[in-house]
């Protein structure tokens, strides 16, 4: 690349160029649209259950009759897919973590009763056992360790239960060892050629996670931290090489997660692998534009779409988002 300007102030002033509105939007590098949106939407079980989530303004869980109405809005805005997380009471989870194999458990549901009402729009799976295990690990736990080809075998059984129920996409998010290709054969196996696997390649040991852990009832169940099995926040190579791993052993897609702390991240996943790239704006980055917007301390609409465009800028494909819906209406009203 010629670094060199061809040209010199004052001939050369970039500033001509952002003069006016339609020289800015001739000159835009890039663009963001309905098209890029996963939803990310949070479960619980009931009927017409609109539940606030306090470190989440503006989010609510949703009991699978809602998230019915929230995938007509998704598919009204244009917003190709949804992502489903499920909510489960401290007393309803099991060292186990048995409720993921449930083929009747709160996510099988709400899969089955969306495809019924909303067949064309995508559904991503959240393959990990934290929802369902009383320690709040995404795997099995046995004196202090997490079990890695004892919990693949589990996440197998939950992603083809999945992929039964009609979800298109299985999303593992539980950085065990192997499990995308596991996962990739017991899908083909069960006759599930079609079912995508995005992976959550570089996931990253996050604090900005926190929200979500009350999102989904672990907040106060999670015994110690995930750093035995999610990347060390300081990592970069381990990135790719994670990402590697994963698109070897059949990955559709890949995901970098969270999403602005580690823009450099997407752009070095996109770079070396020019494969479908995607990003997961997390609970936590939710969580700081909505409560500075609150307070008064930022614009919360323009903090939303700049932080958006800005995954695209660093190369992502598509961003897994809770603003899905909110941004999709800021793009359509022009
Ligand atoms: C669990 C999972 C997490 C998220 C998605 N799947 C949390 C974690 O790993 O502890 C985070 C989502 C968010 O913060 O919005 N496997």
Redesign the pocket.
């Known amino acids: 690349m010629n670094k060199t300007p061809l040209g010199r102030y004052p001939a050369l002033r970039l500033r001509r160029m952002r003069g006016a509105d339609w020289s800015r939007r001739l000159m835009s590098e890039t663009t963001l649209s309905c098209d890029d949106f996963i939803w ?1 939407i949070v479960l619980k079980d009931g009927k017409g259950l609109r539940e606030p989530i306090d470190a989440m303004p503006g989010v609510f869980r949703l009991s699978p009759d809602e998230a019915v109405k929230a995938a007509i809005e998704a598919r009204d805005l244009g917003i190709p897919a949804l992502a489903l ?1 499920p909510y489960t009471d401290a007393d309803a989870r099991t060292p186990g973590g048995e409720d993921a194999v449930n083929p009747d458990n709160l996510m099988c549901r709400a899969a089955r009763a969306i495809k019924a009402q909303v067949p064309e729009i995508g559904l991503m799976a ?6 369902y295990t009383d320690h ?1 690990h ?1 795997g099995l736990l046995n004196d202090g360790v997490i079990l890695n080809d004892e919990t693949v075998e589990i996440l197998v059984k939950q992603a083809v239960v999945q992929a039964a129920a009609g979800f298109d996409i299985v ?1 593992p ?3 065990m060892d192997g499990r995308v290709g596991a996962i990739r054969q017991g899908l083909d196996k069960a006759g599930y050629q079609n079912v995508q696997i995005m992976a ?1 390649a570089a ?1 990253y ?2 604090a ?6 009350e ?2 009832g ?1 907040a106060g169940v ?1 015994q110690g931290d ?1 750093r035995t099995y ?1 990347m060390d926040p300081a990592n970069t190579d381990e990135a790719l090489r994670e990402v590697g791993l994963d698109l070897a052993e059949g990955a559709d897609s890949v995901m970098v ?2 999403g602005m702390p580690y823009l450099d991240i997407v752009r070095r996943v996109k770079e070396e692998f020019a494969a479908p790239t995607f990003v ?7 969580a700081m534009i909505r409560a500075a917007a609150q307070n008064g301390w930022l614009d919360g609409e323009r903090a939303m779409m700049e932080s958006l465009t800005a995954f695209k800028r660093a190369g992502a494909n598509g961003i ?1 988002t ?1 603003f899905a819906a909110e941004a999709a209406r800021v793009l359509r009203r022009g």
């Open positions: 990310a997380f959240d393959v990990a056992l934290d929802p709040g995404d999303a998010s539980d950085m959550y996931k040991a996050s900005f996670y926190g929200p979500y852990r999102a989904i672990s999670l995930k999610q997660k969270p997961f704006q997390v609970s936590g980055e939710y897994i809770y």
